[in-house]
């Protein structure tokens, strides 16, 4: 029953920002941790951000931090992820995911703490 619905991506040239956004339901949203993962063709899905599930910290991986910023909306059950100075490195197909704890004492880090995802929305930086 858990539903992830990601939109907000799109073809942009290298140093433009887009916002990610992904639509949550099925489950008690405000309860659980949630992320971004990102896949590259020929390349493992790989952690990208993740924030607590009562908002009070995030994680980011290196190559993103101090440009994207992940947010979650408890009231509207929505996950966006803002990405600031995109580089041709960032293309990828870019999911929401699901922490699989519920009330996890710290933010998910890695690409394991995760058991549920959607569709994916594909984000394609040109140079």
């Known amino acids: 029953q858990v539903r992830l619905v990601e939109s907000g991506g799109g073809t942009v040239q290298a140093g433009a920002s887009l916002r990610l956004s992904c639509a949550a339901s099925g489950f008690p949203f405000g309860d659980f941790a949630m992320g971004w993962l990102r896949q590259s063709p020929g390349k493992e899905r790989e952690f990208v951000a993740a924030?607590?599930?009562?908002?009070?910290?995030?994680k980011y991986d290196d190559s993103v931090r101090g440009r994207f910023t992940i947010s979650k909306d408890n009231a509207g059950n929505m996950v966006y992820l803002q990405m600031n100075n995109l580089t041709p490195e960032d293309t990828a197909v870019y999911y929401c995911?699901?922490?699989?704890?519920?009330?996890?004492?710290?933010?998910?880090?890695?690409?394991?703490?995760?058991?549920?995802w959607g569709q994916g929305t594909q984000v394609t930086v040109s140079s």
């Open positions: 995911a699901r922490d699989r704890q519920r009330r996890r004492y710290i933010s998910p880090a890695g690409i394991r703490d995760f058991n549920a």
């Open positions: 924030i607590k599930w009562d908002r009070a910290s995030t």
